[in-house]
């Protein structure tokens, strides 16, 4: 099991809007996830080789943003139905 405290922002730039404060969840593939704090998005692992930006825990859906690094920091590009390309920091 992973444990982390960790707790992420993500800038504006995407739509729809998932700016905000991401807050450990618990693990998912291995890994920690992230949920927005009004619940409207997650951020996980896809147990392969990107980090994932979605509405739903462990569903890609009609669009999502990914980055392909083992890295969870950095930009997330968008996929799908989503547009714009957010940057995803520490607090």
Same mark, same amino acid.
């Given at each position: 099991m992973v444990v982390t405290d960790q707790i992420y922002e993500?800038?504006?730039? +995407? %739509?729809p809007p998932s700016q905000g404060i991401y807050l450990p969840r618990?693990?998912?593939n291995g890994k920690p996830s992230y949920r927005r704090t009004d619940? +409207? %998005?997650f951020l996980w692992w896809?147990?392969?080789d990107k980090w994932i930006i979605s509405?739903?825990?462990?569903v890609?859906?009609?669009g999502h943003w990914s980055r392909?690094?083992?890295i969870i920091v950095g930009q997330y590009l968008h996929q799908g139905t989503y547009t714009g390309d957010?940057?995803?920091f520490e607090t």
């Amino acid at each position: 099991m992973v444990v982390t405290d960790q707790i992420y922002e993500l800038g504006a730039g +995407g %739509f729809p809007p998932s700016q905000g404060i991401y807050l450990p969840r618990g693990p998912h593939n291995g890994k920690p996830s992230y949920r927005r704090t009004d619940s +409207g %998005f997650f951020l996980w692992w896809d147990n392969v080789d990107k980090w994932i930006i979605s509405v739903l825990l462990g569903v890609l859906g009609v669009g999502h943003w990914s980055r392909q690094s083992d890295i969870i920091v950095g930009q997330y590009l968008h996929q799908g139905t989503y547009t714009g390309d957010p940057t995803l920091f520490e607090t």
